[in-house]
C-alpha cells in the first residue's frame, strides 16, 4: 500500500483534437532523447502532480525556463489550473492536463500547446520535439518502478497521476518518465515505461500534452 495522494481528474476535451502533434511534422521516425533536467520537485502528500509535472516539463530542455521552477512556483501552478481547468471553483482536488497547460498559456509561459492520441505521435514527440506532460490512470503496481526500474501497468486501479515524459529509448522500447516524488523515488526520481504500456494508458481518456514556443 502506499500513502502517496493522486489527483489527476480524467476529463479529454474532444476539441484537443484540433490541435494534435502530428500537424506539428510529419516524421513519424522514432529515436533515442534524453531530454536534460535540473530541477527534481517533491509534491510530498499534496495532491498537486498537475503542477508539479508541469513544472518538470518547463524545467528541462529545450523549454528549460530561468528562473527555474521551484516547489512554491509547482504549487502555485497547479492552483492556476484549477482556475483553467472544465470544473468550476477550487473546491474540489485535482486538476486536469489541459487546466494546467491553459494556466502556462494565461501565465505568459508559452504560446500554445498540442496534443497526442496515438503512440506514434507520442514517440515522436518525445523524440523530436520536447517531453511532455501526460496524465493517466495509475494502478497500484505503478506505485514503484520493479527491479529493471520499469513500472508495470497492472493491480488494482489507484486513480490518476499526471507525471512528465522526459526521455526515449529505442532499445529499452520503453520511455522515461520524470516523476514529482523526490529523488528517492526510483532510479533518482525516474522510471521507464515500456512503449506498450504506455499505449495501454493512452487509450485509457488519457492527457499527453506537448507545450509549444515558450517565450522568454
Not at 527534481?40 to 528541462?60: I, K, N, R, Y
Not at 520535439?129 to 493517466?136: D, E, S
Amino acid at each position: 500500500m502506499t500513502d502517496r495522494v493522486l489527483d489527476w481528474k480524467p476529463r479529454f476535451d474532444p476539441k484537443s483534437l484540433n490541435f494534435k502533434v502530428s500537424k506539428l511534422t510529419d516524421s513519424t521516425a522514432t529515436r533515442n532523447r534524453i531530454w536534460k533536467r535540473d530541477t527534481w520537485l517533491d509534491q510530498g502528500q499534496e495532491g498537486a502532480c498537475v503542477g508539479f509535472s508541469g513544472a518538470h516539463v518547463m524545467s528541462t530542455t529545450p523549454r528549460a525556463h530561468n528562473p527555474r521552477y521551484g516547489q512554491q512556483d509547482a504549487e502555485d501552478l497547479y492552483h492556476a489550473a484549477q482556475q483553467n481547468d472544465q470544473w468550476p471553483g477550487e473546491n474540489y482536488e485535482g486538476s486536469s492536463v489541459l487546466g494546467g497547460m491553459q494556466a502556462l498559456k494565461v501565465e505568459g509561459r508559452v504560446d500554445s500547446y498540442h496534443w497526442c492520441t496515438t503512440l506514434t505521435e507520442a514517440l515522436h514527440a518525445v523524440s523530436y520535439l520536447g517531453p511532455l506532460q501526460i496524465g493517466v490512470n495509475w494502478y497500484n503496481d505503478m506505485f514503484e518502478p520493479d527491479a529493471k526500474g520499469f513500472l508495470r501497468v497492472s493491480g488494482k486501479l489507484a486513480g490518476g497521476h499526471a507525471i512528465c515524459v522526459g526521455g526515449i529509448s529505442v532499445d529499452k522500447q520503453a520511455v522515461l518518465l520524470y516523476n514529482s516524488w523526490g529523488k528517492s523515488w526510483g532510479n533518482n526520481g525516474n522510471a521507464w515505461l515500456a512503449f506498450e504500456d504506455l499505449d495501454t494508458l493512452l487509450h485509457q481518456d488519457a492527457e499527453f500534452a506537448l507545450p509549444k514556443k515558450v517565450k522568454s
